[in-house]
């Protein structure tokens, strides 16, 4: 029969090195998993959509809006920058939503710009639909790697 001469601390103490390094190996495996700039960009539409409805639109567009961000509207000429874009906003309406989903996307070779387009619907508090419409956003990436909208054109069907 053999003992081992290390002590139970010592054995516990590798043992819980060892369990470490397998997560942080786990961890790089995952961490080291990124979406393609398609992706990227198809998630921050969706992100823009959900805070939309959970935050409110202007929330929604003044967080993702790029610094020199520009909407365009019907029956309105240019909305530019965020300081317009936040005065253009009127009160929120209680139980209206705009809901949006991104149905296809590209990306530029560098990474860095890309637009959406996609559908939008806008709904009353029961549900109902009030408007709908076709969107596309142009978007680009900002210092830090986000995704920032640049141009949001919607136009109603």
Known sequence: MSYSTKSPQKNHRIAWLMV???????NSLCLGQTLSPMESLLEADRSFSKMG???GLK???FHFADPEAI?????????RGLEAIGKSFG???????????PEFAR???SGELGYTLGHFQALDSEGSILNK???TSVWRKNPKG???????????H
Not at 91 to 101: D, M
Not at 146 to 156: A, Y
């Open 20 to 26: 470490f390094l397998i997560c942080l190996g786990f």
């Open 53 to 55: 409805k959970e935050k």
């Open 59 to 61: 929330a929604a567009f």
């Open 71 to 79: 909407l365009l509207r019907d029956g309105s000429e240019p909305i």
């Open 91 to 101: 009160p929120e309406v209680p139980g209206f939503v705009l809901a949006w989903e």
């Open 107 to 109: 990306v530029a070779d």
């Open 133 to 135: 419409g076709s969107y």
């Open 146 to 156: 986000e995704w920032k909208w640049l141009i949001d054109v919607g136009v109603n």
